[in-house]
């Protein structure tokens, strides 16, 4: 009998974009290579972890959320970094908004709400 492990969504949503590198021996994954650094601090969350993390975001330190291929997830990172400001200003469509807590925080979460159709 074959056993089916789903992976978790981060886990998922690298592999589809190719970011997911098992590492350790005999290619069993003992954890996640990241491309760069932050991807490990932030990246697909639902809209409650997402809340929190932009009611903890300074403005001078905002936090960009954009679409992902899950139902009900964001990919949310940190704005001011050299690559999310190239895909912000590249004019990516999966854009959502930058925030941060000095939002009006209500509104912040029906934007994102909207966007997923959540």
Partial sequence: MT???TPSPNRAFLM????YQPIGRAGKSRGMAWPNSQDRNMSISNIQTTMERIRSAKPESPIAVFLCNLPCYV????????????????????????????????????????????
């Fill in 3 to 5: 056993s089916i492990i």
């Fill in 16 to 19: 589809r974009t190719g970011s």
């Fill in 75 to 118: 990919n949310t990172v940190f704005a001011d970094t050299v690559q999310t400001r190239s895909i912000i200003t590249g004019g990516s469509k999966d854009l959502v908004g930058v925030f941060h807590k000095e939002n009006d925080l209500k509104e912040v979460e029906s934007v994102i709400r909207a966007a997923i159709n959540y």
